[in-house]
T-cell receptor, first 113, second 114 residues
């Protein structure tokens, strides 16, 4: 069973704080990992991609990947109310030709002023 | 540049009707994906095209669902004899090449079957 697990939340953080979002996945052979942000009623928007172990930083966002633990996370520094959205973790699974991108159900983030 | 576009944005169909949903990917993007998203869930993979070739259709829920991309650009997802359980948002995404490249989503088509 291919699985991508995320806490549904809501995760509530005060403005200016660091938000930490976590994701685990079941396929040890996965190679590509993505974080998407989805505002209510909108489509997913790509925030970060990460392909190798370690950290990848882009502005206020840092993605962290640990393939041995099958764990990927997203840190949002200096959180803003505009960051309030659902964050989707997506992983490619090598089974079934590897084309399918598998999503978690998403974590709802609320940044309070 | 222009992103992925989808039409119509909203579609209401009576049960049993056929519907066709269109996706226009980012220019130059070889790969095109269709996903279905139910309320409160993450997108679920339906099918994948590389150019005009449909390489994976393992996610299509039934033989009522059919997708095509005849010229390797615009794609159409067709649902025959719609059922209430088909109500969802249908998302199209494209990427420059294969799965190792980032996928960019269109605005989606919200289908409601009454």
């Amino acid at each position: 069973q291919k699985e991508v697990e995320q806490n549904s939340g809501p995760l509530s953080v005060p403005e200016g704080a660091i938000a930490s979002l976590n994701c685990t996945y079941s396929d040890r052979g996965s190679q590509s990992f993505f974080w998407y942000r989805q505002y209510s009623g909108k489509s997913p928007e790509l925030i970060m991609s990460i392909y190798s172990n370690g950290d990848k930083e882009d502005g206020r966002f840092t993605a962290q990947l640990n393939k041995a633990s099958q764990y990927v996370s997203l840190l949002i520094r200096d959180s803003q109310p505009s960051d309030s959205a659902t964050y989707l973790c997506a992983v490619n699974f090598v089974a079934n030709s590897g084309y399918a991108l598998n999503f978690g159900k998403g974590t709802s983030l609320l940044v309070t002023p | 540049g222009a992103g992925v576009s989808q039409s119509p944005r909203y579609k209401v169909a009576k049960r049993g009707q056929d519907v066709a949903l269109r996706c226009d990917p980012i220019s130059g993007h070889v790969s095109l994906f269709w996903y279905q998203q139910a309320l409160g869930q993450g997108p679920e993979f339906l099918t994948y095209f590389q150019n005009e070739a449909q390489l994976d259709k393992s996610g299509l829920p039934s033989d009522r669902f059919f997708a095509e991309r005849p010229e390797g650009s615009v794609s159409t997802l067709k649902i025959q004899r719609t059922q209430q359980e088909d109500s969802a948002v249908y998302l199209c995404a494209s990427s420059f090449r294969g799965l190792e490249y980032e996928q960019y989503f269109g605005p989606g088509t919200r289908l409601t079957v009454t």
